[in-house]
């Protein structure tokens, strides 16, 4: 137990010591809560398109923002694979497990921080221009609130698809130990699956693809209305990412174990 408890110390250390780390956490919150101020300041309430979901419409910058934490996430390991300060890592945590298992902590922590910045900003934002926009009481909106349950629950489930994601990244530069390659990989799975579903005519496969792609199935997390049309339900969508994540940070693991460094 102590020495997860110091190989968790060490890659927080690195961590906050490392500029790269700390400028990609700043853009992730920036990020999201611009891209979602700039998406609920031209969203008008009319007649003919104030059926909105004004929740998931808030938290749209986190399908932006979400791309700095995967790159995080690789940067983790991946930059120590560059630099072959690696060796140096597993010198001090011969025990690759430990090793791999403190760098999702940390990275879990710090992405946790960031998202919940994140999406309380966007809240904020879409609760200060949607009403401006029209989507008030009056047309059976109410202001976004952290309180009420659904849209706690996708604000929640927001900040742990960004931790997901994250993790996701991480597991895949364990494996493929080239940080270019693993951001190609996490971001052509993520944004390239996305649009994949677009790209199929044949309903019944469009639903299929997304109800596993990453990205389209972790998302079900952010919709609060109108959930029996949505290809997967949100917790189940939220499921779907995590087993990526999981497949990945096993992926990692085992090559990590079967490798030299």
Known sequence: MMRVTAAVRAEWVK????????WLLLACAVVTITVTSAVVAVEKCSPASCAVDTTKLSLTGAQVGQAAVAVLGVMVIGGEYATGMVRITLAAVPRRSVMLAAKAAAVAVVTAAAGIVAVLGSLLAGRIFLSGNGFTAAHGFMPLSAGNGPTLRAAAGSVLYLVLVALFSLGVATA???????????LGVMYVLRGVSTLVLDPTWQLRVDRVAPMNAGLAIQSTTNLSRLPIGPWAGLGVLAAWTAAALFAGWLLLRLRDA
Request: hydrophobic share 45%.
């Open 15 to 22: 961590l906050r010591t490392v500029s790269g780390p700390g």
């Open 176 to 186: 493929v130990r080239d940080t270019a390659a693993a951001i190609a990989t996490v």
